[in-house]
């Protein structure tokens, strides 16, 4: 068996990751006593003892990073897109790494056989394989919190190889490509912003939950209004499933955006923080996660595309209340609407919102048609172990709840929805909103790439909360740039969330050439966010909401001391942004 030969491979650390809704693990629940508020303080990766010597790879200069995608290679490989280190996006002295890595991985071999070790300064701190899967379907690796970075600020070598004893022949005839070698910095700790680097976990209960954040945050500042929409979602969420939860929930509100802004399993993930560009409603989101928590208890088989119909039907609205039908209508109106069998067969890689309410509005038809409690036993009856595919397994239960097929039913209620006629508000509401959140998407594979949800690391929050870095779940890029386009996105949603359409496609215009144009601010009105956010920056604040009129801006703002907001005026004088007095 020959021999793996080492290369140069100069890696950029850009990753192409986010979130959605719904993964399953079962971990250790509470009990619901009433307690004070109580810190619960990450503790330390355990250490790891070196089990093989590295390759001898020369290093590579730190890189620059890059948004080109490799070109697939015919084998078994690792390349610069393959590779993100967490936190994100930037490493800090104490801090502990994990390492998530997306190689490509051809047909002919089996993702779990192919081994991954990586070394630090060459030592080696973590082995596994390639056990995960994300929701576009691709096999990854992730190595938890396997590099404690105590005491190591400064430029460290990071060494990967893929399946270092070349056990696999076919489908990995070039060796050359199965390893990559490059410095990354780790930063001094002094350098972190105060309220992170004094970050520690909070836990308050309440009678439905058992509800986390991490100090110095806005969840952490507004906790005590968290804490009742908690209590109301989840109560709302076991009225429209008519089924209470078996336990406390487990809620962890995070200081960062990640896919929608929340994913559930065993517990639930909702993110919270000032500058949303998600723009999802609080309560919509927590009763939606909240359905995937309940729902496990009468359908814990449940396919994808029952179990997010589900939630957003139970929710009232995938982001905001909304009527479901008239929505597929509009759909329909636009003819983007996904024929049910493809739909459920691939859920979560077609356009997000079009999957969501196409799912909805087909579980709203069925409730409303024939009852909850009719769809409750169908829904708990649809699992993969009934047909070889998503649609089949539909198809063969619609016949036995409904005697109906899939083709007959999605007929008859495509007939429904074609007769509701014309309705201009939700035609251009709903083609706003697809607008809107794939130019959300977009911003985030070029510029937030671990938010998005396909390449999404989702990670378990008990096990963050108790072996991790809060870090993981709330640290996230704070450039100008990065500001901009969030506070952009953000001011877009609030103008489609009033209806007025034109000002927020106005906004989309500017943030899709800011995007085509590599990050260039050219037109006026994205150099003028450009410029309020850098005036305010250099004054000491981070702009968390832009409310821009003609020459004036108000500004809510936060410092690197503290979380309060406070508002600030901006004039423009001529060409330039000035702080009122």
Same mark, same amino acid.
């Given at each position: 068996?020959?021999?793996?030969?080492?290369?140069?491979?100069?890696?950029?650390?850009?990753?192409?990751?986010?979130?959605?809704?719904?993964?399953?693990?079962?971990?250790?629940?509470?009990?619901?006593?009433?307690?004070?508020?109580?810190?619960?303080?990450?503790?330390?990766?355990?250490?790891?003892?070196?089990?093989?010597?590295?390759?001898?790879?020369?290093?590579?200069?730190?890189? #620059?990073?890059? *948004?080109?995608?490799?070109?697939?290679?015919?084998?078994?490989?690792?390349?610069?897109?393959?590779?993100?280190?967490?936190?994100?996006?930037? =490493?800090?002295?104490?801090?502990?790494?994990?390492?998530?890595?997306?190689?490509?991985?051809?047909?002919?071999?089996?993702?779990?056989?192919?081994?991954?070790? %990586?070394?630090?300064?060459?030592?080696?701190?973590?082995?596994?394989?390639?056990?995960?899967?994300?929701?576009?379907?691709?096999?990854?690796?992730?190595?938890?919190?396997?590099?404690?970075?105590?005491?190591?600020?400064?430029?460290?070598?990071?060494?990967?190889?893929?399946?270092?004893?070349?056990? *696999?022949?076919?489908?990995?005839? +070039?060796?050359?490509?199965?390893?990559?070698?490059?410095?990354?910095?780790?930063?001094?700790?002094?350098?972190?912003?105060?309220? &992170?680097?004094? @970050?520690?976990?909070?836990?308050?209960?309440?009678? $439905? $939950?058992?509800?986390?954040?991490?100090?110095?945050?806005?969840?952490?500042?507004?906790?005590?209004?968290?804490?009742?929409?908690?209590? #109301?979602?989840?109560?709302?969420?076991?009225? !429209?499933?008519?089924?209470?939860?078996?336990?406390? %929930?487990?809620?962890?509100?995070?200081?960062?955006?990640?896919?929608?802004?929340?994913? @559930?399993?065993?517990?639930?993930?909702?993110?919270?923080?000032?500058?949303?560009?998600?723009? *999802?409603?609080?309560?919509?989101?927590? =009763?939606?996660?909240?359905?995937? %928590?309940?729902?496990?208890?009468?359908?814990?088989?449940? *396919?994808?595309?029952?179990?997010?119909?589900?939630?957003?039907?139970?929710?009232?609205?995938?982001?905001?209340?909304?009527?479901?039908?008239?929505?597929?209508? @509009?759909?329909?109106?636009?003819?983007?609407? =996904?024929?049910?069998?493809?739909?459920?067969?691939?859920?979560?890689?077609?356009?997000?919102?079009?999957?969501?309410? &196409?799912? /909805?509005?087909?579980?709203?038809?069925?409730?409303?048609?024939?009852?909850?409690?009719?769809?409750?036993?169908?829904?708990?009856?649809?699992?993969?172990?009934?047909?070889?595919?998503?649609?089949?397994?539909?198809?063969?239960?619609?016949?036995?709840?409904?005697?109906?097929?899939? /083709?007959?039913?999605?007929? &008859?209620?495509? @007939?429904?929805?074609?007769?509701?006629?014309?309705?201009?508000?939700?035609?251009?509401?709903? !083609?706003?909103?697809?607008?809107?959140?794939?130019?959300?998407?977009?911003?985030?594979?070029?510029?937030?790439?671990?938010?998005?949800?396909?390449?999404?690391?989702?990670?378990?929050?008990?096990?963050?909360?108790?072996?991790?870095?809060?870090?993981?779940?709330?640290?996230?890029?704070?450039?100008?740039? +990065?500001?901009?386009?969030?506070?952009?996105? !953000?001011?877009?949603?609030?103008?489609?969330?009033?209806?007025?359409?034109?000002?927020?496609?106005?906004?989309?215009?500017?943030?899709?050439?800011?995007?085509?144009?590599?990050?260039?601010?050219?037109?006026?009105?994205?150099?003028?966010?450009?410029?309020?956010?850098?005036?305010?920056?250099?004054?000491?604040?981070?702009? !968390?909401?832009?409310?821009?009129?003609?020459?004036?801006?108000?500004?809510?703002?936060?410092?690197?001391? #503290?979380?309060?907001?406070?508002?600030?005026?901006?004039?423009?004088?001529?060409?330039?942004?000035?702080?009122?007095?």
């Amino acid at each position: 068996m020959m021999q793996k030969r080492i290369s140069f491979l100069i890696i950029g650390l850009i990753g192409l990751a986010a979130a959605s809704c719904g993964f399953g693990r079962d971990e250790p629940t509470t009990t619901a006593t009433a307690v004070p508020l109580t810190l619960e303080l990450t503790t330390a990766a355990p250490e790891h003892t070196p089990t093989a010597a590295p390759p001898t790879i020369e290093p590579s200069p730190e890189p #620059t990073i890059t *948004i080109t995608p490799s070109p697939l290679p015919p084998d078994l490989a690792i390349s610069p897109d393959g590779v993100v280190l967490y936190p994100a996006p930037q =490493i800090y002295d104490g801090d502990k790494v994990t390492f998530q890595l997306r190689p490509y991985v051809p047909d002919t071999v089996q993702p779990e056989n192919v081994t991954v070790t %990586i070394w630090a300064d060459g030592q080696q701190v973590g082995s596994g394989v390639l056990n995960e899967r994300n929701l576009s379907g691709e096999p990854f690796g992730l190595i938890k919190w396997a590099w404690d970075t105590t005491g190591l600020a400064g430029k460290r070598q990071i060494q990967i190889m893929l399946d270092m004893d070349d056990t *696999i022949q076919l489908g990995d005839e +070039n060796p050359d490509n199965n390893q990559v070698s490059f410095f990354i910095t780790v930063y001094d700790r002094d350098l972190l912003p105060a309220t &992170e680097a004094n @970050a520690a976990w909070v836990t308050a209960d309440t009678a $439905c $939950c058992h509800v986390h954040v991490v100090s110095g945050t806005a969840a952490y500042r507004d906790l005590p209004q968290l804490l009742a929409a908690s209590e #109301t979602a989840v109560q709302q969420a076991a009225a !429209q499933l008519d089924e209470q939860p078996q336990r406390p %929930i487990d809620i962890y509100f995070i200081d960062r955006i990640i896919g929608q802004g929340g994913y @559930a399993g065993s517990e639930l993930v909702v993110s919270y923080l000032d500058r949303d560009y998600a723009g *999802i409603s609080l309560q919509q989101v927590l =009763i939606h996660e909240a359905v995937h %928590i309940i729902d496990r208890q009468i359908a814990p088989q449940r *396919i994808s595309f029952l179990a997010e119909g589900t939630a957003v039907w139970a929710s009232g609205g995938h982001y905001k209340p909304e009527d479901l039908a008239q929505r597929a209508a @509009a759909l329909r109106q636009l003819e983007m609407y =996904i024929p049910l069998t493809e739909l459920a067969n691939d859920f979560y890689p077609v356009q997000h919102e079009i999957g969501y309410l &196409e799912a /909805a509005a087909f579980v709203d038809y069925l409730v409303d048609r024939h009852g909850w409690s009719r769809y409750r036993d169908f829904y708990s009856d649809v699992t993969l172990d009934d047909a070889e595919t998503p649609a089949l397994a539909l198809d063969v239960n619609l016949q036995i709840y409904y005697n109906k097929t899939l /083709a007959d039913m999605e007929a &008859e209620w495509l @007939a429904y929805l074609d007769g509701l006629g014309w309705d201009g508000t939700a035609v251009a509401d709903l !083609q706003t909103t697809l607008r809107y959140y794939d130019a959300m998407r977009r911003y985030q594979r070029l510029y937030d790439p671990t938010a998005y949800f396909l390449y999404a690391w989702l990670p378990y929050p008990y096990e963050v909360s108790s072996a991790g870095n809060p870090a993981d779940l709330n640290r996230h890029p704070q450039s100008e740039t +990065n500001m901009t386009l969030e506070l952009m996105l !953000q001011a877009s949603n609030e103008e489609l969330h009033t209806g007025n359409y034109d000002r927020a496609n106005v906004i989309l215009d500017s943030v899709s050439r800011v995007l085509d144009n590599g990050g260039l601010f050219q037109d006026p009105l994205a150099l003028s966010y450009k410029n309020i956010v850098h005036v305010t920056a250099v004054s000491g604040y981070q702009p !968390q909401q832009i409310i821009l009129s003609g020459k004036q801006a108000d500004v809510w703002a936060t410092n690197s001391q #503290t979380n309060v907001l406070i508002q600030l005026n901006l004039l423009l004088r001529g060409q330039e942004w000035i702080l009122a007095d």
